[in-house]
């Protein structure tokens, strides 16, 4: 759980927008790291093309 | 229990991992950061994948059947649709149902279609303003 914990961080402070998902096709952005969550996507920073 | 797939090379763009309660780090996927211009046929098949396991049933239904599905924005409660692709793939719906305009916004990183479509789903889904402001618009 530490490593995941750390991971997120690092990602996070990479740029990373963290979410979950809550179901049904739902999600939710993570400020922190969530230690329940089940599934937690790691998104690159975006940009307009 | 660590399950790790590295794509092809080091880097990751896309990532997703769970945090269970006794499995600590679920899953990870890593991509390279620079892949081609098309993706890997297997890369592909795996961001559609992960694509189809965030969609809600209704979304995967039109997904399937018309290569598209449409996101409700988090602040003004306008619909898009996401159209199967990399860029340039995103219309604003009016109440109609008929398209305004386009907008393109793109992960950093040539990401399989599946990555592309699904980060651009949570971004209109979740932080809709902060996302159009990045975005490029065009008709």
């Not at chain 1, 690092?10 to 998902?21: E, I, N, S, V, Y």
């Not at chain 2, 396991?53 to 409660?77: K, M, N, R």
């Amino acid at each position: 759980m530490a490593a995941a914990e750390e991971r997120f961080k690092m990602l996070t402070g990479a740029g990373f927008t963290a979410a979950k998902r809550l179901g049904e096709g739902r999600s939710e952005v993570l400020k922190s790291f969530d230690p329940t969550a089940e599934e937690t996507l790691f998104i690159p920073r975006l940009k307009g093309g | 229990m660590i399950w790790a797939e590295l794509g092809i090379g080091v880097g990751a763009a896309l990532t997703a991992f769970g945090a269970g309660v006794l499995a600590g780090i679920i899953m990870t996927q890593w991509r390279l950061a620079a892949l081609p211009k098309a993706a890997p046929l297997e890369a592909e098949q795996k961001g559609l994948a992960l694509l189809r396991s965030w969609l809600s049933p209704e979304q995967a239904e039109q997904y399937s059947s018309h290569q598209y599905f449409d996101v409700i924005g988090s602040d003004t409660g306008m619909r898009y649709r996401i159209r199967h692709g990399y860029m340039m793939n995103i219309d604003e719906l009016d109440s109609a149902g008929n398209k305004v305009c386009a907008w393109c916004l793109v992960p950093v990183g040539n990401l399989a279609s599946g990555d592309c479509m699904l980060a651009q789903k949570i971004a209109l889904e979740t932080f809709e303003r902060k996302a159009l402001a990045i975005a490029n618009r065009g008709s």
